[in-house]
């Protein structure tokens, strides 16, 4: 008797279920019959994300909605998307649920830590000047390894310190030394060789590069003549009147042969002793001349200046002025950061005086003008011919 009761109620339940079906496609609605997931097995690496997808069946159901959960705190997961991260070295079990129905499948998920199996840096020959700053970078093998941590060091801190966290490199003082990158996991090393030494900051310095006119050199300006009058108020207590500021003549010189034609009276030949084979920037006598290149700087920083200038001899009026100088300005000129005199020695048995400087760049400066000018001024106090080479603006140590 209480078997065809079970049998009836069976039934009853059966046709009540196929009634809803009926009464839902009657309505429209494609219910869930059950949900599988793309992926049979996953690893992942620490720090990895994979989006799992969930295929709900039939194809056509009405509500695909799903909610996604993790096992455990190895797995993260996103509640909505299903997008897993791996956080830490272990397993969990992703489960995904279907809101219609409640149907479920799950995946195991295995978090492996991936070695490292070595290290290279991004440069393995850096130059520097004393003072300046590089950061170098690290790349930890394999690209997937888990602990991608480095330290650095420095075998020689007295040319070259480095920051052990983020390998920002600064040059002491000249000399050279090994700055290395070693991995925390397992110990191993890559090496970069950093040379420090004195960069001039000048383009074309020593005027090798040959020109028709001075013009026409690499990275320098001629300074127009009308400039002289504004920055210098006269000399003596006597302002030079327009006839005496002249049309700027500026040229090479080479004791070799080359543009002589810059030279008139031969005046090359007060040079020829002591600078032979070598391109210079000439200023002819009794004339206007200047010249300067613009330059990039670190505000605050010391930079050593240098030049060889070379003056003429024949007597004592065609001598520098005790005044001329060579400047550091603001890229306009208006405004003198250092001025270094151009001292010469009478008694010298060459003509050629090495002018060495040093200025500190005022804070919020980024660029400056290098100069070096010859005024003119009537005779006897004529301005003489004037030479310039090896032109010097470095960067020193902090």
Known sequence: MKKNIFCLIAVALMLATACEDDNDREKGVVPVTGVTLD??????????SKILTAVVAPADATDKTVTWSSSDAAISVDSATGELTAETAGSAVVTVTTADGGFTATRTVTVRNVPVTGVAVDQTELTLAPGAKKTLAATVLSVAATNKSVTWSSDREAVATVNSATGEVQAIAVGEAVITATTVENGFTAACTVTVELVNLLVNPGFEEEGTTFA??????????????AYYPGNAGTAPDAATIRTNRIGLFTSTGGNEAFFRSGNGVFFAPTLVGNFACRIEGNQTGGFYQLVTVTPGAKYALSVDVGYRKNNNTMTIKSDETVKILSPDGLV?????????????????????????????????????????FSSPNGAPLMLADNCEFTQMPE
């Open 336 to 376: 003198t950061y250092h001025a270094e005199p151009v001292v010469t020695d009478p008694a010298a048995t060459e003509n050629v005086v090495r002018v060495t400087g040093e200025v500190t760049i005022p804070d919020g400066v980024t660029q400056v003008r290098f100069q070096l000018d010859q005024r003119t």
């Open 216 to 229: 026409g050199l690499q990275g320098w300006t001629v300074v127009p003549a009308a400039w002289f009058t």
């Open 39 to 48: 992926q049979a097995e996953l690893a992942l690496a620490p720090g990895v």
